[in-house]
């Protein structure tokens, strides 16, 4: 799977939570009564925006379509302002991404007054914009940024609470593209413990074959041949006899004693 389809796939994952969790949401509102409407929205966008930048956005304006969807299939119409503030009302969080200078983002979950302020500042922007999408409606649009305001004050306590949580999960709030770099070159513990067990390897195959540092230099791909002739180079510059040169000796040797017994058979044949 390349870097992108697992981006794909998990900012997919995201957004299918971000839109079930709205809709189950907007059902408990009308079914219970509620005065007030919990939305995840915003804080699961603030979430993919730290694992993947912009892209993260996407959460956010899924699941807000999926209420303005909910909306239309429940009660059968939603107003043009009510449709924009739930869509591209959430654009303005991406103002939120000057938080990670230089895309350099800090660890998650251990600076609070850092989170604090990310959340609030996501929410805040958030507001503005859903304001924004009631200009030109018969509702003052200061009277509409007041209310989001007062409903969110809530949403806000809650959404600090769930990005602390999250931050607590290990890899789940943190940078993706830094998190895919470390996975792929390890950590620093199994590459220690890889290097000593290349070490270990490297050096039974030294032990068990007197060529094999000749063979390792060149990726193993010499012949017997070849290996044959750079060992007897080898040896001759070191001024020892390889065990090529040894077996041949003993071979010829063999060889002359054989011949030897031969010929002295054949000489008491004669006599």
């Known amino acids: 799977m390349s870097k992108r389809q697992f981006e794909v796939l998990d900012l997919f994952f995201f957004s299918l939570i971000g839109a079930l969790v709205e809709c189950i949401n907007l059902w408990a509102f009308s079914r219970f009564n509620g005065m007030f409407y919990v939305s995840f929205a915003v804080v699961l966008g603030l979430i993919a925006m730290v694992r993947w930048n912009g892209f993260g956005v996407v959460v956010t304006i899924v699941a807000g379509t999926s209420s303005v969807i909910y909306d239309l299939i429940v009660n059968g119409n939603s ?8 869509t591209v009302g959430y654009l303005p969080i991406l103002i939120n991404l000057l938080w990670f200078k230089g895309m350099n983002k800090k660890p998650q979950g251990k600076d609070y007054g850092y989170i604090i302020g990310y959340v609030i500042t996501g929410f805040l922007l958030t507001e503005v914009g859903r304001s924004l999408c ?31 949580l999250a931050c607590r999960q290990k890899d789940l709030v943190t940078d993706m593209n830094a998190y895919l770099i470390r996975i792929h070159k390890g950590t620093e513990e199994s590459r220690v413990r890889s290097e000593q067990e290349n ?46 040169d040894i077996e041949n000796e003993a ?8 011949k030897k017994r031969k010929f002295g058979k054949s000489e008491d044949s004669r006599k």
């Open 79 to 86: 107003s043009i302002s009510w449709i924009l503030a739930n």
């Open 134 to 164: 009631y200009i030109g409606g018969s509702t003052d649009i200061q009277t509409v940024l007041l209310r989001y305001f007062a409903y969110d004050l809530i949403n806000i306590f809650i959404g600090i609470l769930i990005y602390i």
């Open 199 to 244: 070490y270990q390897s490297l050096e039974e195959m030294a032990e068990a074959d007197e060529v094999s540092d000749i063979s390792l230099l060149d990726g193993g791909t010499l012949s017997t041949d070849d290996l044959r002739a750079m060992n007897e180079t080898k040896k001759k510059m070191e001024g020892k006899k390889s065990k090529y």
């Open 251 to 258: 071979i010829k040797k063999y060889q002359d004693s054989k």
